[in-house]
């Protein structure tokens, strides 16, 4: 292939925007691993940092893990089925639902919290309890299940294939369980995948649902940031990174369809 | 055997109308409805009620129903919109242009460490606005990498982070994955053979990204634009970490809110602003014709 | 099943009432999808036991429709009834009947592997893990797949899939095995072979079969009786032979294949063509049509449809020729060649010759009719109209 003045200065710009990315991430991990920031690298390097927050932050973190966990939980149990009813009957009132499921991703995070707050916020128990935040999670996460279920079952026949487990004497429990959940797995992998991700990093209705006893990893992010050392709070933003980047490395995996994968499938050829 | 659209038929509306055996015998209206039921139960529970709860909460404001005309009527929230409105807008322009460019260049090309370079440029698409915020300290904080690289060359520390540029810096940091990867997405599907035809009949460059590349792009373009403006227009995070001058309307939010205990206020503000990014998002769906793709959404 | 059983799908005398397959009766049946289409106008049938019935037709003619009644996909509209044997199953849903499927898209499932495919039906019905396995071994061998067991579905071959869904669809012992168009995504190739391959398999298994499919060549290879379907409605029930020697009206001869159409007139026992003159006695087929059906050889007056096939007529020197025609296009076919011919009838003709026959297009040419080669239809008869309930 020809490469022209062209393809250098749009690499040079893909560079750039790359470096913009990355840049503030590696210098803020190698700010949570350093002695003093402020003169800079030749203080040396310690982890003194990471178990400081950990004694300050590890039961933010964990209540973050234990959320992820839940949600994922909820929104498979819940999202799954719905998609498979949004696949199979689109009609008027499905895609109603469908629409009002999906508003909490598209209006602003704060002012579902407010909504949330201003019904529930006066049951005590719940108020102060981490359900309250769950809550608050699944509605932002659970189109994304939805939505990644449904695109894959969408593109399987799933009508012929409910059929055919049908003609076998399979009735519908039977053929859900075995024939349509196993092969929307892709979906559920990386509708989970997604759920999981924004669940540990969702600041905005979590700033405002938590109270100090159910804080969660971002809200200890953005306290860290506000009152403590840049160290510190450099080391704990390299603890996100370190929980999110496998996450989000997988959903990349995910979402390019292995060109090994596929070549080792090749279908055979009718002699 | 056409029988497609069940909600379009002449019988009168029941249940059965909408999940019935019509079509075929493979699942009763009541597994249907059982199926739909525990997420149905959630969204109107705690979804449904809460709206309309907080929607008539305004009304117990000082102004009564009126309060839903403050974003209007009083200059500091007004001002505070039409700076998120403008801020949005101008992210938005920015990260398409970028995007644009970058997600086409990396759609059309082979070389090696394409996949690294897709890989970085999406990261950032789950990190939570505080983070997003710090990133934009790192950059251009105090501490960060211009100040440093200013203070080397020109013996002059640059600071912006704390300002409307560092602001407008956060917000491109974290649009550009989710443009990124729209414009990625609608590019693929962009027919090379349409080029190559433009081409053929003997269109130069400028005129091949003109008359094929941009209208072939333009639907993904207006969408992840949409879902662009939204996730900003409701950013909350980055401003809050960044603690800058400028009020954007999620700040103006939070404040009346749990400072001023305003809820009225809050509450007709959330509103005006929800409506604005799901008027925004359904404008799209109307014009495009498809659903903006959720995957690119993301947090922040 | 014993080899008399076996009869030629082809031969009249065909032996219809087989044991050990089930009787599927339909009676009084009628489909009206929610949106007021009528799908299947009234209708009766009767699949006898391990008897193979092809459902032919156009698409949307109602032959998948009938399928989906028998298989309990769908259901009849009310005062309909369907009978496997003395079983009447007609408000029994698929899981129930015991039928066996074989689909257009074979719908194999994905997340399962070839064996596991074949058995599912057999882990539904709980059946002991030995005895299935053994089961599942005997189905794969017998379909000649057994190296295929530990496959996925997406690494098997067009062909290889047609094997693995029928091993699925019979490893149940169905009362009834039901093929919905099941080579139409095969090449025309491994179409022939693998039809050549159902057929024997039907027959060993002497299992009560249904058939849908569009082309006619197949239903002719595999029916022990074909139905053709048209518009909702059976035009008519016979055996291959009389669905292509005898059809009983224009539209079933046009389906099966006699593609060249005439105008004419019957006139005292006789088919008048232009200034031909044929005797209704040398016609191979002639539906002079009353209100219950044909019957052949009859006489009537007024304006007839002659129907007839490449071989209806034949070439000959001028002076023994009946007509003249000019030809248009010529299609060298192999074992024949092709030729179309205006200046016969109102639009051209075809017409087969011998492929060393020296012609080029533009040359004149001289033809006689091969009188027992041709389907006469008296147009004021109700067979024009075809559609009739059986």
Known sequence: MRRGGPFYAQLGLTVLLCLFIVVPIVMSALAGVTVNVFKGLSSGLTLRWIFEVWDLYAQSILLSLWLAVACLVVTTLAGVPLAYVLVRRPNRLTRMFEEILTLPVAIPGLALALALLITYGGFGSFRSSWVFILIGHVLFTMPFMVRSVAAVMSAMDMKTLEEGAASLGAGFWHRFLHVIVPNATPGILAGALMVVTLSIGEFNLTWMLHTPLTKTLPVGLADSYASMRLEIGSAYTLIFFVLIMPLLIAMQMLANPGKKRRAASQPAEDE | ?300 | ?390
């Open chain 2, 1 to 300: 055997m056409a029988l497609q659209n069940l909600g379009e038929g002449r019988s009168r509306p029941s249940f059965s109308r909408y999940f019935g055996m019509s079509r075929s015998a493979m699942a009763s209206p009541a597994t249907f409805m059982a199926l739909m039921a525990p997420g149905v139960a959630i969204v109107a529970a705690f979804f449904l009620i809460p709206l309309v709860l907080v929607a008539m909460e305004v009304a117990n404001g000082p102004d009564g129903w009126a309060t839903y005309l403050v974003i209007l009527t009083n200059a500091r929230y007004f001002e505070s919109l039409v700076q998120t409105l403008l801020m949005s807008a101008g992210v938005t322009v920015v990260a398409l242009i970028l995007c644009g460019i970058v997600g086409m260049f990396l759609v059309r090309n082979r070389f090696s460490g394409r996949s690294v370079l897709i890989g970085l440029l999406t990261l950032p698409l789950s990190f939570p606005g505080t983070v997003v915020g710090f990133m934009v300290i790192m950059l251009a904080g105090r501490q960060g990498a211009v100040g440093s690289i200013s203070n080397a060359l020109i013996g002059e520390k640059i600071v912006f982070a704390y300002e409307i540029a560092g602001l407008f810096i956060g917000y491109l940091y974290f649009s550009i994955p989710r443009v990124i990867l729209a414009v990625m997405a609608s590019a693929e599907k962009l027919d090379p053979q349409l080029e190559e035809a433009a081409r053929s009949l003997g269109a130069p460059r400028w005129r091949v990204v003109r008359d094929v590349i941009l209208p072939g792009l333009m639907p993904g373009l207006i969408s992840s634009g949409a879902i662009c403006f939204a996730t900003a227009m409701g950013a909350f995070g980055t401003a809050f970490t960044l603690a800058t001058d400028i009020d954007v309307l999620p700040m103006v939010i939070y404040t009346e809110f749990t400072r001023n205990a305003n809820i009225a206020v809050a509450a007709a503000l959330s509103i005006a602003l929800g409506l604005i990014t799901w008027l925004c998002l359904s404008a799209v769906r109307f014009l495009v014709g498809e659903k903006a793709d959720l995957a690119t959404r993301g947090g922040a």
């Open chain 3, 1 to 390: 099943m014993n080899a008399t059983a076996m009869a030629q799908p082809g031969s009249q005398t065909v032996q219809t009432e087989k044991t050990g397959g089930t009787r599927i009766e339909l009676a009084g049946c009628t489909k009206t999808f929610p949106d007021g289409t009528r799908a299947l106008l009234p209708f009766d049938l009767t699949i006898n036991g391990g008897e193979t019935l092809v459902l032919l037709g156009p698409s949307g003619c109602g032959k998948t429709t009938i399928l989906r009644l028998i298989a309990g996909l769908e259901f009849p509209d009310a005062g309909g009834k369907i009978t496997f044997g003395a079983d009447d199953v007609t408000s029994q849903s698929i899981e129930k009947r015991r039928v066996g499927m074989v689909f257009q898209s074979y719908a194999l499932f994905p997340n399962m592997t070839v064996a596991e495919n074949v058995a599912y039906g057999l882990k539904v019905q709980k059946v002991e893990r030995r005895e299935r396995d053994e089961r599942v071994r005997a189905m794969l061998e017998m379909m000649h797949i057994d190296m295929l067991a530990d496959r996925r579905i997406d690494q098997l071959s067009g062909g290889q899939r047609q094997r693995v869904a029928l091993a699925r669809a019979i490893a149940l012992r169905p009362r009834v095995l039901l093929l919905d168009e099941p080579l139409t995504a095969l090449d025309a190739k491994l179409r022939v072979t693998l039809r050549t391959e159902i057929n024997s398999l039907l027959r060993k298994l002497g299992i009560t079969a249904i058939y849908v499919t569009h082309d006619q060549e197949e239903a002719m290879a595999l029916g022990d009786r074909i139905v053709v379907m048209q518009k909702g409605a059976i035009a008519q029930i016979g055996t291959p032979r009389e669905i292509y020697r005898a059809p009983r009206s224009p539209f079933v001869a046009d389906f099966v294949g006699a593609s060249n159409r005439l105008d004419g007139r019957i006139e005292q026992n006789s088919l008048v063509l232009g200034d031909i003159k044929i005797g209704l006695e040398q016609i191979g087929h002639a539906v002079e049509g009353g209100p219950n059906g044909h019957h052949d050889g009859n006489t009537g007056q007024g304006a007839a449809d002659v129907y007839f096939r490449a071989d209806g007529l034949a070439i000959c020197t001028p002076d023994q020729g009946q007509m003249r025609g000019r030809v248009e296009a010529i299609s060298y076919l192999g074992e024949k060649s092709r030729l179309t011919v205006s200046g016969i009838g109102e639009s051209a003709i075809t017409l087969d010759v011998d492929p060393d026959f020296q012609i080029a297009i533009g040359d004149d040419i001289h033809c006689r009719f091969n009188p027992e080669r041709l389907t006469v239809f008296g147009r004021h008869s109700n067979a024009r109209n075809a559609a009739q309930t059986m």
